[in-house]
């Protein structure tokens, strides 16, 4: 029986099994693709389904939806309920309102229940980044650690989060209204590869490449300006947008680079990251290993 329950929002991007096998609660972003609903990501589509259909209809611009805090109310209160404490962990609150939703329902189930503690954590990350605190998360309470113990470190490991990403297309940012459209034109015709970084909750424009090998090559030196000095003191993970055997590749020159085992599989983004960020990105997501 444990101790504490692990909540996350589903940009968490740990395969199904996993998240079954320890007994994280997954909360559903919603992604609408053809039809005027929004549907359950991870509960109605997987991940797969969604990119079929991307393959399929190019002209597709995914629009996605945030949790809301009814969804995570109802998860609190079920396991409040039982008298059990709750970490959560949600995508960096910079590119969501995961992380908002999550803390006026903990807020909401501790008033309710006020010897409860809910732990809302702003991960600064995404995917395999959050992926690497909630592995923590499950050792920790199999070690019999406290829910505030298992807080405190997952703080710091959220401090620690860098994310390095090189984009293919600017369109998807184009369509959410975060750059103009005469500027992911321009990029589209010139092959320019814009590269950007997820650090301290804020995103960084890192600059850009003529070509998707040299965007790359470039978060490759960005991952290296962090790790050089001590490759062993980081987990490491590589996520992609469907371009699956470039992503393995990288993994295998970070390993061969370093002499350090990559331990997570590379992994497709979620449909709540990549309907922002487009197809056939890919990122290296960095925290210290603590």
Do not use: W
């Not at 903990?106 to 980044?129: F, H, Q, R, W």
């Not at 989060?161 to 015709?189: C, Q, W």
Request: aromatic share 6%; charged share 25%.
């Amino acid at each position: 029986m444990y101790n504490f329950e692990i909540v996350s929002d589903s940009s968490h991007d740990l395969p199904v099994e996993y998240v079954k096998e320890n007994g994280i609660h997954s909360i559903s972003f919603y992604v609408k693709l053809k039809t005027e609903e929004y549907i359950k990501d991870q509960t109605d589509i997987t991940k797969e389904e969604f990119y079929n259909q991307l393959r399929e209809d190019e002209s597709i611009f995914p629009q996605t939806s945030q949790p809301s805090s009814y969804d995570y109310g109802e998860a609190f209160r079920k396991i409040a309920a039982e008298g059990k404490d709750i970490i959560c962990t949600t995508v960096a609150s910079v590119l969501s309102g995961s992380y908002n939703s999550a803390n006026l329902a903990a807020n909401e189930v501790m008033a309710e229940y006020p010897d409860i503690k809910i732990y809302v954590i702003n991960t600064k990350s995404c995917s395999l980044g959050i992926a690497t605190m909630l592995i923590k998360a499950v050792e920790m309470r199999s070690e019999g650690k406290t829910v505030d113990e298992c807080y405190e470190l997952l703080l710091k490991k959220a401090d620690s989060s860098e994310i390095y990403i090189a984009l293919d297309t600017l369109n998807y940012l184009e369509k959410g209204g975060r750059i103009s459209k005469p500027g992911a034109v321009a990029a589209s015709l010139l092959n320019i590869k814009p590269i950007v970084s997820l650090k301290g909750n804020k995103l960084h424009i890192e600059g850009a490449s003529r070509g998707s090998k040299k965007s790359h090559d470039k978060i490759l030196k960005l991952l290296d300006a962090k790790i050089h000095a001590n490759p062993e003191n980081y987990d490491i993970a590589v996520i992609h947008g469907d371009i699956e055997d470039i992503a393995n590749k990288t993994k295998g020159r970070i390993e061969e680079k370093y002499g350090i085992k990559v331990d997570l599989d590379v992994a497709l983004v979620s449909p709540a990251v990549i309907s922002h960020i487009g197809p056939r990105a890919m990122a290296i997501c960095v925290t210290e290993r603590i």
